[in-house]
């Protein structure tokens, strides 16, 4: 299954027993190369707790899925260890809270207003665990997901956040069809060694608490319900700027339902003009470097369209050029440089019991 997001930068992990120092990253020949040293632990004292027990926050953004909730409220349900454990949910954009059903205690943060990134500040600022995970609605975990994730933050200790596995839980051609690679599923696979990655993926990612509370919330601009992407690019860089390393952790899986609807090469190209809009809101991009890339990305695609490219290339270079376009559109229509202000927050909702979801 091929990956989505950023690519793996550094190669596979040592044994800690076999590490003189947490990796460093250089830039050689414009890719990123290990390089092992004692500077990070120097510089910054150790994020870890040196304690065997470590408490977990899980907090689940979710949008008017009330059936997918529910399922990966059940995926989690054998695993989870109330006194170790903690489960937020996250709802925005409704008129009102879901009802949850299962047997696992919770605490249900709902905003009425759209914005993925608020609500889950208010959840992690809620959030009393020592390692922070952020899941989102449309997928299940595996059976050991929690012990997976509490086991590369004690095996890593140099690491600050973790990008998990995303599989598909059922295999997109055969689902959809020849338009499988306009899906667009946030599927994450860079093989079955822990390395060093350049970024986490909002579906399945991991964080120590200290961390988040060095470098400050998710910027509120950015992510579905704002502007629509980019906020786990965006707190991505602002992790490694200040010197926070990130590792992918295999073990950690999740499954993410195939939805036929999201096929569509409209949507796919209507998203990917989005992300690139977005960009704009934390990056700095020129208008000649944009009129480049433009111009790279429209023969790019030319070229694909004349040699009747298979599909999977054809989107691929359609995503290149919408991401262009939707820079040189932020260009043109700058968007606001300030993060949005949080309204003040909802009462939160608290359960230790089942409840029957709506139907």
């Given at each position: 299954m091929p990956s989505q997001g950023p690519e793996p930068c550094a190669s596979a992990i040592p044994p800690l027993s076999q590490r003189v120092g947490p990796i460093r990253l250089s830039r050689l020949h414009g890719e990123f190369k290990p390089t092992y040293t004692t500077r990070f632990a120097l510089e910054r004292p150790p994020l870890h707790n040196q304690c065997n027990t470590v408490k977990?926050?899980?907090i689940i953004a979710t949008?008017?899925?009330?059936e997918a909730l529910n399922r990966l409220i059940d995926s989690l349900t054998t695993q989870f260890n109330p006194q170790r454990h903690e489960l937020l949910i996250a709802e925005n954009g409704s008129s009102a809270p879901t009802l949850v059903a299962g047997h696992l205690p919770f605490t249900?943060?709902?905003?009425?207003?759209?914005?993925?990134?608020?609500?889950?500040?208010r959840a992690i600022a809620a959030a009393r665990g020592e390692l922070i995970v952020c899941l989102d609605d449309d997928l299940h975990v595996?059976?050991?997901y929690l012990s997976a994730v509490e086991d590369f933050f004690a095996s890593y200790p140099d690491y600050a956040a973790m990008k998990g596995r995303i599989l598909a839980q059922e295999d997109p051609e055969k689902k959809v069809?020849?338009?499988a690679p306009f899906l667009d599923l946030p599927l994450v696979d860079h093989g079955d060694e822990v390395v060093e990655v350049r970024g986490v993926l909002g579906a399945n990612m991991a964080f120590r608490a200290a961390a988040l509370r060095a470098v400050g919330p998710f910027d509120e601009r950015l992510g579905p319900g704002a502007c629509g992407h980019e906020e786990e690019t965006e707190i991505s860089q602002r992790l490694r700027r200040s010197g926070f390393r990130i590792g992918y952790a295999p073990a950690a899986l999740v499954w993410h339902e195939v939805d036929p609807a999201r096929a569509s090469r409209e949507r796919f190209i209507r998203i990917s003009r989005e992300r690139g809009y977005c960009r704009t809101l934390h990056e700095r991009h020129s208008k000649s470097g944009a009129l480049t890339a433009l111009a790279v990305a429209r023969g790019r695609l030319f070229v694909a369209r004349a040699l009747n490219a298979p599909i999977a290339r054809l989107a691929r270079e359609e995503r290149r050029f919408a991401i262009a376009c939707g820079i040189l559109d932020g260009l043109r229509n700058p968007p606001p440089t300030t993060q949005l202000q949080p309204a003040p927050p909802t009462p939160a909702i608290r359960t230790a019991g089942p409840r029957n979801p709506s139907r």
């Open positions: 977990l926050s899980i949008h008017l899925r009330p249900h943060l709902h905003e009425p207003r759209r914005g993925k990134c608020r609500i889950q500040n595996n059976p050991n069809g020849p338009l």
